[in-house]
C-alpha cells in the first residue's frame, strides 16, 4: 500500500541522537533516502569519520529509531581509547554469543560503560532513550570546563528524568550537546533516531580530545527494569506519529495526543500494548490508503481519510483507554474488488477494523464521523472479539453498512457495558443495532446499553442490537434501553432488539425499556420485534414509545417465549395485529403473566390490549387501554386461541365485526376473568368451536374497584379474591387508601402510604366492600393491580 499523505516530520529540537548499525561502508554516495533531510550534511560528515555507516542496499534511514546494541555500536566507533577485551565475559541472559553486537558489548563491558540492567539483562532489541543515551555519552567523556549555568531542571518535564539519569542528563545540558526541544521538554524517555545519533555523536567526536570509558569503575545498573523506557518500544521509521511518553504497559501505557499518534498504533497493533487518549482529537489530516490497481483483494481506503486499525488477518492486539476523550472528523469507507455481492464495499469498517479477544477499548468517544462499510461495520470497531465499554458514538455521527452494523460495534463475540450510541445507523440489509448489530457470547452479553440516535435497516433492527442468538449458553441482555427512532423497511424491528433466538438455549432480557419511537412494513416490538424461541424469557421491561407497523406489541412484535411483568403505555399501531404486549402470541410452551396495558391500541384487525392474536396462554393481566379495530377487537385480544386466566378490562372498545370487551374472537377457554360495562356490549365479539367460559362476569366500576363485592355461589367476596384464585402467592391487590375496609380484620390496614389492602379471605353474605379515602377515589388508580408492578 501507498500512503496518499504521509506526516513526515519530527518533534523539532536537536533531540539529538541517531544511529547506524548497517555495518556498510560509509560512501555517502551510497546514501540514497537523506537528500533534503535536516540531518544530511551531519550524517554525510558524520559518514565520513567511521562515525555511522549506511544499509547494503545503500539507505541511511534517518528517521528510523536506535536499539541499544546499535547506539553501543557508535560509540565504540568514537572511543579514542579502546580496552582489550580478550578476557572480558559477556554473560547478560539476553545476549546471544553468535549475534553481531557480541564485540561491541565486550568492549563496552570492558571500558566500564555497561553493566546493564539490574535483571541481568543488557536489553537487546529494546529502543534507546534519551536519559539512556545521555548516561552513555556522559560515561566517556572529559567532565572539565562544564558551564553550570546550565542544567537539565530547566526543562518542563525534569521531573520526569529518573534520580539514577539526572546527573548524566546535566553534563550533556551543561556540556551542550544535549538540549529540550522547541516546547521546553527535554522529553527523557523518548526514543532515538538514526539522525539524532549521528548528530550528538558528531559534536562528541569534534569536540573531545579523549573519549573512554571509565575502565577499572564498576558501572552502577543502568535502569532498575529491562524494559527501557523509550517512547515506542519497536524499530519503525519515525513520523510525527511516534509514541514520545509511556512504554507501552498496564502502568506506563503509551499516550496518544495527535492524529498522527493515533494513526501510529497500527505499527505495534500485533504488541498488546497499552494506549491512553489524554486529550480530545480531531483527524484533519489524510491518514487513509489505497493499493495498487492490481491488487484483488486488499482494501482501498483512499475514498476517506483514516484506515481501520486492524484487520481480520492482522487484528488489534491492545488495550486503549480512551479517558473520557473523543476523536472527531474520522471518515472511514473503502472499496475492494472481488466483492460484488457487496457493491464491492470494504468491510471491517470502524476506528478499528477487527479487535482480538485478548484487547480491551474503554471511555472513548467518536464524534462528527463519518463511517461506511459492508459487511462488519461500527463506530468503535467493525468486529470484536475483545472488550468494549463506556464507548459512546456521538450524535453527529453517522455508522452505514448492510449487514452487522452498529453504532459501537458491528459484530461482537465479548460482552458490550454502558455503552450508548447517539449517532445515525443504517444498515441496508440485515443485523443493524444502535449500539451493536450482532452479539455472539454466552452468559451476559449486555449490560446498561442505551441508544438515543437514529436506527434504521431492513430486517432484524434493533435500537441496542440488531440479532442475538443462545447458540451455545444461556443469554443475558440487562438494564438495556431504547429512546431514538428505529424502522425496519422489512421486518423485525425492536427498541432493545430487532430479533433473539432462543431456541436452543435462554435468552433471558430484564430491566429494559424503550421510549423511542418505532415504525415499519412488518413486526414491531416495543423491547424485541421478534421473541424466537420457548426458551425466551422477558421481565420487568416496559414501553411508553409509540410503534408502528404491519404488526405491532408494545412489548414485542411476534412472541415464542414467556413474557413477565411487562407493561406499555405507548399507543400502538398497526394493519393488523396490534397488541398492548405482543401483536403475535404463538404456540409453543410460552405464556405472558402479570402484564398490564394502558396504552391505546388501533388496527385494521386483530386489536387487543394484551395480544392482538394469541395462540398462548396469558393469565393475571388487564388492559386499562383503549382499543380500536374495524373488525376483531377486544379487551384482552383480538383473535384469541388459547386459555386466558385471572384477568380483566377496563377500556374501552370499538369496532364494527367481531368486537368484545374480552376477546374479539374466541376459540379457547376464559376462567375468572372480568369486564367493566362502559367498555362494550358483550364480552365476546364472536364464538367459535372451543369457545367456553368459567367465572366471566360484566362488573360495575364498584364491583371493580372493591367498594361492592362480587356475589357467586360461594358468597360475597371481594373481586381479588377472584383474580388470586389458585395463586400460591398473591398476585393482586388494591393501592388505593381506605377510609373503611371491607373486613373487620383489615381495618387498620391503610394502602399507598403504609401498606396494602389485602385480599379478604373469607366471603360474607354482605356486598359491601371497601370506603375508598376520596381523594384516591377522585385522582388515584382504583382498580386492581399486580403486586410489584409499577403503574
Known amino acids: 500500500m501507498i500512503k496518499k499523505k504521509i506526516l513526515a516530520g519530527m518533534l523539532s529540537a536537536v533531540l539529538v541522537l541517531t544511529t547506524n548499525v548497517g555495518f556498510a561502508s560509509a560512501d555517502t554516495d551510497k546514501f540514497t533516502d537523506i537528500n533534503g533531510h535536516w540531518g544530511q550534511s551531519i550524517i554525510n560528515e558524520a559518514a565520513s569519520l567511521g562515525i555511522v555507516g549506511g544499509y547494503p542496499e545503500g539507505n541511511f534511514l534517518p528517521d ?53 540492567y539490574e535483571d541481568g539483562a543488557f536489553g537487546v532489541g529494546q529502543m534507546i532513550s534519551r536519559q539512556e543515551a545521555a548516561k552513555v555519552v556522559a560515561s566517556v567523556i572529559s567532565t572539565d570546563n562544564l558551564d553550570t549555568s546550565k542544567n537539565a531542571s530547566t526543562a518542563k518535564d525534569a521531573a520526569i528524568i529518573g534520580e539514577w539519569a539526572l546527573p548524566y542528563v546535566n553534563v550533556m545540558f551543561q556540556k551542550g550537546y544535549m538540549q529540550g526541544d522547541n516546547e521546553g521538554n527535554f522529553r527523557p524517555t523518548m526514543a532515538l533516531t538514526r539522525a539524532e545519533a549521528a548528530t550528538l555523536l558528531l559534536n562528541v567526536k569534534k569536540k573531545e580530545t579523549v573519549i573512554k570509558g571509565p575502565a577499572g569503575v564498576t558501572p ?153 462499510g459492508s459487511a462488519y461495520v461500527g463506530g468503535i470497531a467493525g468486529y470484536s472479539k475483545g472488550s468494549i465499554t463506556n464507548c459512546v458514538l456521538g450524535e453527529s455521527s453517522s455508522v452505514t453498512g448492510q449487514i452487522n452494523t452498529g453504532g459501537i460495534v458491528g459484530y461482537s463475540k465479548q460482552r458490550l457495558k454502558s455503552n450508548i450510541n447517539k449517532g445515525a445507523v443504517e444498515g441496508t440489509n440485515t443485523n443493524t443495532g444502535g449500539v451493536v448489530g450482532t452479539i455472539d457470547v454466552e452468559g451476559d452479553a449486555l449490560y446498561g446499553c442505551v441508544n438515543k440516535g437514529t436506527v434504521k435497516g431492513k430486517s432484524k433492527i434493533g435500537g441496542v442490537v440488531g440479532f442475538i442468538a443462545a447458540s451455545s449458553a444461556t443469554v443475558n441482555i440487562e438494564k438495556c434501553s431504547n429512546a431514538g427512532k428505529v424502522s425496519s423497511s422489512v421486518n423485525f424491528a425492536g427498541g432493545v432488539a430487532g430479533q433473539v433466538d432462543g431456541s436452543a438455549y435462554g435468552v433471558y432480557i430484564t430491566d429494559c425499556y424503550n421510549t423511542g419511537e418505532l415504525s415499519g412494513e412488518g413486526i414491531n416490538g416495543g423491547i424485541i420485534g421478534y421473541a424466537m424461541g420457548s426458551k425466551t424469557k422477558i421481565s420487568d421491561c416496559y414501553n411508553t414509545g409509540e410503534i408502528n407497523g404491519k404488526n405491532s406489541g408494545g412489548i414485542v412484535g411476534s412472541n415464542e417465549g414467556d413474557i413477565e411483568k411487562c407493561y406499555n403505555k405507548g399507543k400502538i399501531i ?62 384482552l385480544v383480538g383473535l384469541n386461541y388459547a386459555p386466558i386466566q385471572r384477568s380483566y378490562n377496563a377500556g374501552v372498545i370499538k369496532g364494527s365485526n367481531g368486537i368484545g370487551s374480552l376477546t374479539g374472537r374466541n376459540r379457547a377457554k376464559l376462567t375468572n376473568c372480568f369486564w367493566l360495562t362502559a367498555t362494550g356490549e358483550t364480552d365476546i365479539g364472536y364464538e367459535d368451536s372451543g369457545s367456553s367460559k368459567n367465572i366471566v362476569m360484566r362488573l360495575s366500576k364498584e364491583q371493580l374497584s372493591g367498594q361492592v363485592k362480587v356475589k357467586l355461589d360461594d358468597g360475597f367476596q371481594l373481586l381479588t379474591n377472584y383474580l388470586n384464585n389458585k395463586d400460591t402467592s398473591k398476585v393482586w391487590e388494591y393501592t388505593y387508601r381506605i377510609e373503611e375496609a371491607a373486613s373487620s380484620e383489615s381495618a387498620s390496614v391503610i394502602s399507598d402510604g403504609g401498606g396494602i389492602v389485602p385480599p379478604i379471605s373469607i366471603s360474607t353474605t354482605d356486598e359491601k366492600g371497601n370506603v375508598i379515602s376520596s381523594s384516591d377515589l377522585n385522582s388515584g388508580y382504583i382498580y386492581p393491580s399486580l403486586i410489584d408492578l409499577k403503574r
Open 574 to 635: 398497526a394493519d393488523t395485529e396490534a397488541g398492548g404486549i405482543v401483536a403475535y402470541q404463538n404456540t409453543g410452551e410460552g405464556h405472558i403473566q402479570k402484564c398490564y396495558n394502558d396504552g391505546n391500541v388501533t388496527a385494521n384487525s386483530n386489536a387487543g390490549g394484551i395480544a392482538g392474536l394469541s395462540k398462548d396462554k396469558i393469565f393475571n393481566c388487564y388492559n386499562t387501554g383503549n382499543i380500536k379495530a374495524t373488525d376483531t377487537a377486544g379487551g
Open 220 to 372: 552502577a545498573p543502568e535502569i532498575t527494569t529491562p524494559t527501557g523506557t523509550a517512547g515506542c518500544q519497536r524499530a519503525h521509521s519515525v513520523t510525527a506519529g511516534a509514541f514520545t511518553v509511556g512504554t507501552g504497559t498496564a502502568k506506563d501505557p503509551y499516550e496518544v495526543s495527535t492524529e498522527a499518534q493515533l494513526n501510529h498504533i497500527r505499527v505495534h497493533m500485533s504488541e498488546g500494548g497499552y494506549y491512553k487518549l489524554t486529550k480530545d482529537i480531531k483527524i484533519t489530516s489524510d491518514f487513509a490508503t489505497m493499493v495498487s490497481n492490481t491488487s484483488t483483494s486488499a482494501p482501498n481506503w483512499s475514498e476517506g481519510n483514516f484506515e481501520p486499525i486492524g484487520t481480520e488477518g492482522n487484528p488489534f492486539v491492545g488495550n486503549f483507554d480512551g479517558n473520557s476523550h473523543s476523536i472527531s472528523g474520522l471518515n472511514i469507507t473503502g472499496t475492494v474488488k472481488g466483492s460484488t455481492e457487496l457493491g464491492n464495499i470494504a468491510g471491517y469498517a470502524g476506528l478499528f477494523g477487527y479487535v482480538d479477544s485478548k484487547s480491551t477499548i474503554d471511555g472513548l468517544t467518536i464524534e462528527k464521523s463519518t463511517i461506511t
Open 64 to 116: 528510523n529509531l536506535m536499539k541499544r546494541e546499535e547506539f553501543y555500536k557508535l560509540i565504540v566507533n568514537v572511543l579514542t581509547v579502546k580496552p582489550d577485551t580478550s578476557n572480558t565475559a559477556v554473560s547478560f541472559k539476553d545476549v546471544d554469543p553468535i549475534e553481531w553486537y557480541v564485540p561491541t558489548i565486550k568492549t563496552a563491558v570492558a571500558a566500564g560503560i555497561t553493566k546493564g
